[in-house]
T-cell receptor
Framework: IAGITQAPTSQILAAGRRMTLRCTQD?????MYWYRQDLGLGLRLIHY???????GKGEVPDGYSVSRANTDDFPLTLASAVPSQTSVYFC?????????????FGNGTRLTVT | KNEVEQSPQNLTAQEGEFITINCSYS?????LHWLQQHPGGGIVSLFM???GKKKHGRLIATINIQEKHSSLHITASHPRDSAVYIC????????????FGTGTRLQVFP
């Protein structure tokens, strides 16, 4: 793999179910991010991590949790999904602290909560 | 008022035309990003800039820090340039946080 891999590509989930969206990068970037993209709104930050072992809350963290056990993996968990979490989720990474380090995005996970 | 505003929201052009997409912001920034999202969803970083101008192929990005404004230009546009172009700013006081514009949908017709 090269870059960022997200899985699954899409998922239909019943409300109340637990779901983990996976994100793996092979660029050894220190910073990783989870965004959601909804029609008419810009990408919104859910959670982020500046380095393995640390995480932080973004703009819309409620209902989501993350972990960063190592540099490569940054899973996003919905503990009990609700229909308002229907969205397209993007994982991204960059080398925080380097002024010329652009964002790299995964291909997204389209989640529908019914 | 959104902290990052893009204009226009939608843009159509004939192949070969010169395209300009604008981004204005109201916060102090460390850097500004231009991203491209093709139908089907993948997002690609085009430019990251904090001053001046950058060029890559037919794409040119400029930024005016004093005016808090950036433009993305596409010369000799082509149907494969059809995509959503997104402006995002990194906050100067919190470099972890990016604020995204809602995007400009560009369609280039042959």
């Amino acid at each position: 793999i090269a870059g960022i891999t997200q899985a699954p590509t899409s998922q239909i989930l019943a409300a109340g179910r637990r779901m983990t969206l996976r994100c793996t990068q092979d660029m050894r970037h220190n910073a990783m991010y989870w965004y959601r993209q909804d029609l008419g709104l810009g990408l919104r930050l859910i959670h982020y991590s500046n380095t393995a072992g640390t995480t932080g809350k973004g703009e819309v963290p409620d209902g989501y949790s993350v972990s960063r056990a190592n540099t490569d993996d940054f899973p996003l968990t919905l503990a009990s999904a609700v229909p308002s979490q229907t969205s397209v989720y993007f994982c991204a990474s960059r080398e925080q602290g380097r002024v010329d380090s652009p964002l790299h995005f995964g291909n997204g996970t389209r989640l529908t909560v019914t | 008022k959104n902290e990052v505003e893009q204009s226009p929201q939608n843009l159509t052009a004939q192949e070969g035309e010169f395209i300009t997409i604008n981004c204005s912001y109201s916060v102090g920034i460390s850097a500004l990003h231009w991203l491209q999202q093709h139908p089907g969803g993948g997002i690609v970083s085009l430019f990251m800039l904090s001053s001046g101008k950058k060029k890559h192929g037919r794409l040119i990005a400029t930024i005016n820090i004093q005016e808090k404004h950036s433009s993305l230009h596409i010369t000799a546009s082509h149907p494969r340039d059809s995509a959503v172009y997104i402006c995002a700013v990194g906050l100067s006081y919190n470099t972890d946080k990016l604020i995204f514009g809602t995007g400009t949908r560009l369609q280039v017709f042959p």
